[in-house]
């Protein structure tokens, strides 16, 4: 089993797991398009971006490792999610807005910075 923190909890995850299945685990929510059930998981939207020691990396492609101490979300996170939502939604069909699936699409809205 391999210990991190995220978000200041303790967690304990087998060797291999993405640090994103790994803050499911413990009910810490972090936005994804490309990881969706309907989806293939492509590692491209860079919507599930969080820090490590101050690097901002796809929790959907990491794997977790032992003593990583993750944040999922900050000031600049929450920033750089904002953009590369607004990148992906200017050069995408209009459908996202109005699709079916899109009622579970949650993660579309994201917090307000201050």
Do not use: W
């Not at 929510?29 to 059930?37: E, V």
């Not at 860079?46 to 990491?62: A, D, F, P, Q, Y």
């Not at 900050?74 to 939502?85: F, H, N, P, S």
């Amino acid at each position: 089993m391999v210990k991190l923190k995220i978000d200041n909890f303790e967690v304990d995850v087998p060797a291999g797991t993405s640090i994103l299945d790994a803050a499911r685990k413990v009910q810490i929510d972090i936005p994804t398009l490309c990881k969706h059930p309907d989806v293939d998981p492509t590692a491209g939207c860079g919507m599930c971006i969080v820090k490590v020691n101050g690097r901002i990396l796809r929790s959907c492609c990491t794997p977790v490792a032992e003593g990583m101490e993750v944040i999922t979300g900050d000031a600049e996170i929450m920033q750089v999610r904002r953009t590369v939502l607004e990148l992906i939604l200017s050069n995408h069909p209009n459908e996202c807005l109005t699709c079916i699936r899109s009622v579970s699409y949650t993660h579309l809205t994201l917090p307000t910075i201050a």
